[in-house]
């Protein structure tokens, strides 16, 4: 049995809600939709197929998930969107499916918080506790890691990825590659410093931040080349294994990185 339904929400006939799901007022469950134990569905919201959403999450009114993607070769072709656990999606937040030009998906893990107007755009993969302050904006084929904050206004280019515990500042315009526990500033968006200050909150220990910002200096104020600056961090890296994170990203740049 689920959750209580408002009278004057619509549901989709093969919409499968579990056990707990609440649907408020004038909502819309659409063909293809799944949602898990616990969610909760506020008020004006659609929801629109295939889409699987997970448990615990919170979908605040006004809010779009799974619409078609915003992209002039989608042709009405079959993708979807898949929605992890524990999730806050605020007012008039947008989360579209993905394209037939990637994978078919846009994913997202578990314990984001997503505020007021921030916008997922198709075949996007996003991991784990990650924030996006109002109106923070990803275009198509953005990757995000576990505990990447983008500020309110913040925007990413389509096709970037962001590396765990990055920060993006607002109003920030990323149009490369951003490695883990670096703080990005400024359009378009350059390498400020290390993330300490998240690490710090995240339980990294002191020894491990100096030796990330240490790692930072060698990347970006040592003059050495991205190869040599690489290949020094591999050899950090055998003994700082917190830096093992960095010296995987840098080999899987498609953009070149913020430097």
Known sequence: MTGPIHPTAVIALDAVLADGVEVGPFSVIGPGVQIGHGTKVGPHVVVEGPTRIGAGNRIFQFASVGADPQDKKYRGETSRLEIG??????????????????????????????????????????????????????????????????????????????????????????????????????????????????????????????????????????GLKLAEATARLELLAKDQPELLPLVEFLPQATRGIVR
């Open 85 to 222: 656990d524990r999730n806050v999606i605020r007012e008039c937040v947008t989360l579209h499916r993905g394209t037939s030009q990637d994978q078919g998906v846009t994913r997202i893990g578990d314990d984001n918080l997503f505020m007021a107007y921030a916008h997922v755009a198709h075949d996007c993969a996003i991991g784990n506790s990650c924030v996006l302050a109002n109106q923070a904006t990803l275009a198509g084929h953005v990757h995000l890691g576990d505990w990447v904050i983008m500020g309110g206004f913040s925007g990413i280019h389509q096709f970037c990825r962001i590396g765990s515990h990055a920060f993006i500042a607002n109003n920030a315009a990323v149009t490369r590659d951003v490695p883990p526990f670096v703080m990005a500033v400024g359009q378009p968006a350059d390498a400020h410093s290390s993330n300490a200050e998240g690490l710090k909150r995240r339980g990294f220990t002191p020894e491990q931040i100096r030796n990330i910002r240490a790692a930072f200096r060698v990347l970006y104020r040592s």
